[in-house]
């Protein structure tokens, strides 16, 4: 099962990272230090309250036997985890995770910020277990506004691939290699930071995290 899962898992990254010719970002975790967060990245918060603790774990399941991961339980409802790299910025991108929701009561799973700005604005794209619905949101001036969402499982414990592509104000998101969500906004028509995200106390592990100008 193991290593049925882990192909899968590859094929999907493959498809989700076709290159375009430019040296893509990669999240790195080889030589990163297991119960610190990895070099170039940064823990922040949309609201207040204990939570978003990153850090690299040992994961055997994951692309490379490790995973970036958000691993507090004590976050509140209206807290927002993020983690982000602190270059490069991208305006056009096609970026791509694998995620597995690991635990969470409140909340579960996570996903992908992009044009971040601030920890207060920025876009993200999301999937929650917990309610099997994938959506996609906009953060501004730290409240979120729902763009679209899809009803959608994607069953915890297992890896899944989240891609989102976005070029001038249309933003399309993929899971597990499917176009779920197809969206126009220009709320934030700047370059920005790509990170993680998880809200309150999910605890969800990330890998083969790649990010290209498109």
């Keep these: ?7 899968f ?9 076709a290159t375009h010719g430019a040296t893509p970002f990669r999240l790195s975790l080889e030589d990163a230090t297991v119960g610190k967060l990895p070099s170039g990245w940064k823990a922040e918060k949309t609201g207040e309250g204990p939570g978003s603790a990153w850090a690299v774990a040992e994961d055997a399941t994951a692309p490379g036997g490790r995973a970036l991961a958000q691993t507090s339980a004590e ?8 983690c982000v790299a602190s270059e490069p910025s991208f305006r056009n991108l096609d970026v791509s995770v694998a ?8 909340d579960q799973g996570g996903g992908l910020v992009w044009r971040y700005h601030d920890a207060n604005n920025y876009y993200v794209a999301r999937m929650n277990p917990l309610e099997d619905n994938f959506c996609l949101d906009k953060v501004v001036d730290g409240k979120r506004k729902r763009l679209a969402s899809v009803d959608v499982k994607a069953v915890a414990g297992r890896w899944h ?5 976005h070029s001038g104000d249309h933003i399309e998101c993929y899971l597990s290699g499917k176009r779920r969500l197809d969206v126009k906004d ?12 998880t809200k309150a106390d999910a ?5 083969a995290l790649r990010a290209e100008e498109k």
Excluded: P, Y
């Design 186 to 197: 220009d709320t934030f028509s700047a370059a920005g930071k790509i990170g993680l995200w």
């Design 75 to 82: 976050g509140v409802k209206r807290l927002f985890n993020l």
């Design 203 to 207: 605890q969800t592990h990330f890998a």
């Design 99 to 106: 995620f597995k929701a690991v635990a969470g009561k409140i």
């Design 161 to 165: 691939v989240l891609r989102v592509v």
């Design 9 to 17: 898992l590859a094929a999907l990254l493959t498809f989700a990272c």
């Design 1 to 7: 099962m193991f290593r049925i899962t882990t192909i």
